[in-house]
């Protein structure tokens, strides 16, 4: 396994960071966080310097440069809790598209999405991981050629804003998973108070929704194939994320304990402080090593894929557990206020570890994939 | 960044593993000569270690001369990994062979390689490293043992503690004051002490897990003569050979403590196919099949933690990351075998095998042993408080006190 990063991908990274720093400073989290402005930035930057087609095919007007440098990008983006639809739409609604469209559905919905002209979103049920994320409360029955959507999915990133939301469905009569791309309106939205308000989630209410068989993902009752690896995907991407927003609370909080002064000294130096901060050290090596082998097995189709994506959402999690926790603390009671930037970094964390299966959801996942 | 290596590569784990297949010991020779220290070399590790050494597989990172084969970085990785899935060590002395052969080579005079660094390859001597005082644990510069400094020999008096495998040794690599009066740093000195000199002795000090366990000793200094040609490196510059022979021994460490701990793993594993206690499968527990799978990720996860060190490596930067992989590592192990002995409950209490580790065909050393023994793994090589304060302060740059 060679873990090494390539000059290139080394460029990526450098770059992705430095234009983040720009263009997405915390103030602009916070400036969403309080007064609900929805900005250009960072999502203008990410389609005009190629981010959002990094993954997708040279057919498809993409960079083709795999799944690797897509998580590598997420992960600074979760460096600066970025807001806006670059992950929605690069790491869940392509994704789906990609393994389940057929080519003209790829022209219509996948190269748009690449190009920066249309974002996307995913509806699955987050409560039930991988294979199991076509939950029953949203069903879909023949009518002709069409389908008709009946049901609800609910906290769905960017569910009312994205312009396009795949979205995967129990076939009314079986088990089988049939997914579908349904325009923003199609279904009722209805925007959550979200605990991490830089991130917007809602619910979708499809009442009788009418799906055109232009529409239809691959064969309904088939989907469930493509629906899990594109799941692998979004939840590898999840993991990522969140990795780059502890290594960022890290960071804050190792310079907190730094400068903080008590009893005449950095609290730094305080052995009860390091030894906290080396713990936190050691969770974000770990999460980061492991949602890298993660990337690395779905971008070369590794056969340990399903057990490696597990692995890394798992890893986060733990992760996100201390760093999340000890951050806060070593903050003292700066870290307990509204205006230091932890809360901002904490809520995202918590955000992610909430969608795409929590770590325990994960765990009992490679519990069976070991078969244990 | 990719999962798979070049084909030159695997072309070389190939070739290795065919050699692994004919050469290595088989589980019944080693059954019948058992190893009792870390200093003990049987007759078929001796063997085993010499053919190595032949074929140039010994040191695949040295000239052929020294047991290698100049093999390139990625390859010695690919050499390690598969050394770490066979059940024999490469080296019974292994402190010799991965700490003492690495540090003469970078800091001994021309006569001492001459001397002692190929038969320390050939497993001709084994050794054992005096680091460690009474009164010098983690606070290994506090070291106490004087050797006065004359124009043609030392004469070392004083005492050593935890020393693995001394009672066996030809040699100590010792760490001895050579300066009492400069800064505790800038005093030590490092000599070769003969083992079978006048004044030397060993008590062999069992380990908690059961008493005929004997790999640690006391040894004791009085009086014992030197000669000045057995100083390594400069006078009162042995606190810079520590830093470095403890660095060789963490540079692949790693990879043997993550094949243990995957071995642990697939134990675990069959254990939860059996029935508990209760007579239920052990699987079945909720509890324990969340422990496992934590463990699972945890276990994967110092490989990769490995294998992102070593890309560092490979360039040539330094890396204390290696702190991370020996503190987490060193715990994970812990806490795999403490969730194997609560979910064994009462049935772990009954204790038969007298072995000293996880050995092919000789059986599997008790859980609630296991457990007391990974205690060994937490506090040697720098205890996991150690290695917080350098992640912290090496790592992180938060301040000394």
Redesign the interface.
């Known amino acids: 396994?060679?873990?090494?990063?390539?000059p290139e991908?080394q460029e990526l990274i450098d770059s992705v960071r430095s234009v983040l720093a720009t263009e997405c400073p915390t103030a602009l989290v916070r400036d969403i966080v309080e007064n609900g402005s929805a900005p250009e930035q960072p999502w203008k930057s990410a389609r005009e310097l190629g981010w959002t087609s990094i993954d997708l095919p040279e057919t498809l007007g993409g960079l083709a440069l795999g799944f690797?440098a897509l998580g590598l990008v997420i992960e600074q983006h979760g460096c600066r809790i970025a807001p806006g639809p670059f992950l929605a739409t690069t790491a869940q609604f392509l994704p789906l598209v990609c393994e389940a469209g057929a080519p003209d559905q790829l022209e219509r919905f996948a190269a748009p999405a690449g190009a920066g002209e249309l974002s996307g979103a995913l509806a699955i049920d987050h409560g039930r991981a991988a294979e199991h994320a076509a939950g029953e409360s949203l069903r879909a029955r023949r009518d002709g050629a069409a389908w008709i959507l009946e049901g609800e999915r609910r906290y769905v990133l960017d569910g009312d804003v994205a312009d396009e939301i795949a979205v995967a469905a129990r076939v009314d009569a079986g088990d089988g998973v049939a997914l579908f791309v349904v325009p923003q309106g199609a279904a009722k939205a209805r925007r959550v108070v979200a605990f991490d308000a830089s991130r917007p989630l809602a619910h979708l209410r499809f009442d009788g929704v009418r799906v055109e068989s232009e529409r239809v993902l691959g064969t309904p009752g088939a989907g469930a194939r493509a629906l899990g690896r594109a799941l692998e995907r979004a939840t590898v991407a999840a993991a990522l994320e969140c990795v780059g927003t502890c290594q960022s609370l890290l960071e804050i909080t190792?310079e907190h304990?730094?400068n903080r002064r008590q009893f005449d000294?950095?609290i730094?130096?305080?052995?009860a402080?390091?030894?906290k901060?080396?713990?936190m050290?050691?969770q974000v090596?770990?999460a980061?090593?492991?949602g890298?082998?993660a990337?690395?097995?779905l971008a070369?189709d590794?056969p340990r894929r399903s057990l490696a994506a597990s692995?890394a959402k798992?890893?986060a999690s733990?992760c996100q557990r201390l760093v999340c926790k000890e951050g806060i603390q070593i903050h003292g009671g700066m870290g307990y206020t509204w205006e230091s930037d932890v809360q901002l970094f904490v809520k995202r964390a918590k955000t992610l570890e909430a969608l795409f299966g929590t770590g325990?959801r994960h765990?009992?996942r490679?519990?069976d994939l070991?078969e244990? | 960044m990719q999962l798979h290596y070049d084909a030159d590569t695997e072309k070389f784990r190939a070739e290795l593993r065919a050699w692994l297949a004919a050469h290595r010991p088989s589980a019944e020779e080693m059954r019948a000569e058992p190893t009792t220290s870390s200093a003990h070399l049987t007759g078929w590790s001796r063997r085993w270690q010499r053919e190595l050494f032949d074929a140039g597989l010994l040191v695949p990172g040295w000239p052929p001369e020294l047991g290698g084969r100049n093999l390139p970085p990625v390859q010695q990785l690919v050499y390690h990994e598969e050394m770490a899935k066979i059940s024999a060590w490469r080296s019974n002395n292994p402190q010799g062979l991965d700490i003492i052969a690495p540090s003469i080579f970078d800091y001994g005079s021309e006569f001492l390689k001459q001397r002692y660094l190929v038969p320390t390859l050939r497993a001709e001597i084994a050794w054992c490293l005096g680091m460690s005082e009474p009164g010098a644990g983690s606070d290994l510069a506090a070291l106490s043992t004087r050797a006065e400094v004359h124009d043609d020999q030392f004469v070392v008096s004083g005492q050593k503690i935890w020393t693995s495998g001394a009672h066996h040794a030809d040699y100590c690599f010792c760490f001895v004051r050579t300066d009492p009066d400069a800064p505790k740093h800038r005093g030590i000195s490092v000599l070769i002490i003969d083992m079978k000199a006048k004044g030397v002795t060993t008590r062999p000090l069992p380990d908690l897990i059961d008493r005929d366990r004997e790999d640690f000793n006391e040894v004791f200094f009085d009086g014992v003569v030197v000669p000045r040609d057995h100083l390594v490196g400069p006078l009162n510059q042995g606190w810079s050979i520590s830093t470095g022979s403890l660095a060789h021994e963490r540079g692949m460490m790693w990879l043997s403590s993550a094949a243990r701990l995957d071995g642990m793993l697939e134990r675990m594993l069959r254990m939860a196919r059996e029935p508990g206690p209760d007579g239920r499968r052990i699987g079945e527990s909720a509890t324990f099949r969340d422990e496992l799978a934590s463990l699972y990720v945890d276990a994967q996860a110092i490989w990769f933690m490995g294998y992102q060190g070593f890309a560092k490596f490979a360039k040539g930067e330094g890396s204390p990351e290696h702190s991370v992989l020996k503190l987490f590592g060193s715990e994970v192990a812990q806490r795999a075998a403490r969730v194997a002995t609560e979910a064994q409950g009462v049935d772990g209490l009954e204790v038969e095998f007298h072995g000293t580790g996880e050995v092919e065909g000789g059986g599997e050393m008790p859980w609630l042993k296991r457990y007391l023994q990974s205690y060994g793994g937490t506090i040697s090589a720098g205890a996991s408080e150690i290695q917080r304060n350098i992640i912290a302060q090496r790592v992180l740059g938060l301040p000394r006190r």
Do not use: N, S
């Open positions: 396994m060679d873990f090494e990063i390539t991908q690797t190792v304990a730094k000294q950095p730094g130096a305080f052995q402080i390091q030894h901060c080396a713990d050290f050691v090596e770990k980061r090593a492991t890298y082998f990337m690395m097995a070369e590794d692995m798992a890893a733990d325990a765990r009992q490679i519990a070991l244990i």
